[in-house]
């Protein structure tokens, strides 16, 4: 079971593959389109190290990123005071986190961690997360391999599973968001609907 103590065993090993050292670029590519309201509430789950919580908080939105690996949380809170940035960093499993609801989720490498039996729990949880219209900026992980974590996303899936009764899919493509470690990213800004 990838428990928080498992992570963070991943984080004493030195086995963080999914880091990119930066912000990722389809993040910086939403908020340059405008896609978050000036001071917009950001919540970013599974945020680890947190380059984006970081990024966020350097353009003015009010951000809370979660994670329970401690030595990740402490690294995000250590480099956030090192900058003078203002962000919320909860040391929490994220189905613990209640607090909402947010005007947008930034979801990368979060899903693609949990255990596929628990991606209808995780929708559930973004879903009365967000007020009705926010958005889940989303990523979804192409491995395109069996097993995990990563845990593979495929589209079909993720259309199932942010179901077009609840969620707005964007007609756009998705962005395109390639990775140091060879595997790649789909972007996808879906709209929470009203009904629940
Ligand atoms: C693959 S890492 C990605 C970290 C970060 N999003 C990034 O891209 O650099 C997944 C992160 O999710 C965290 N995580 C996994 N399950 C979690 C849960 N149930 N509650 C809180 N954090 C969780 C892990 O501790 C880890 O930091």
């Excluded at 079909?156 to 007609?171: G, K, N, S, T, Y």
Aim: glycine share 10%; charged share 20%.
């Amino acid at each position: 079971m990838q428990d928080a103590a498992w992570w963070e065993a991943k984080y004493q090993r030195g086995e963080d593959g999914w880091e990119r050292g930066a912000p990722n670029p389809a993040l910086l590519q939403w908020v340059d389109q405008g896609l978050l309201a000036p001071g917009a509430q950001v919540l970013v789950p599974g945020c680890g190290r947190g380059h984006e919580v970081v990024e966020l908080a350097k353009r003015g939105f009010a951000v809370v990123g979660i994670d329970f690996a401690p030595s990740a949380v402490q690294a995000l809170r250590a480099r956030l005071a090192q900058e003078g940035l203002a962000a919320e960093v909860v040391e929490s499993d994220l189905f613990a986190f209640q607090e909402g609801p947010f005007d947008a989720i930034y979801e990368q490498t979060c899903l693609c961690a949990l255990d596929p039996a628990r991606w209808t729990d995780y929708e559930r949880w973004l879903f009365a997360r967000l007020r009705p219209g926010g958005l889940l900026l989303a990523l979804f992980m192409q491995t395109g391999a069996e097993g995990g974590p990563p845990f593979h996303c495929d589209l079909l899936a993720m259309r199932r599973l942010f179901a077009e009764e609840r969620w707005e899919w964007p007609a756009s493509p998705p962005l395109f968001s390639p990775h140091p470690s060879g595997r790649f990213e789909l972007g996808f800004a879906l709209r929470r609907k009203a009904a629940s």
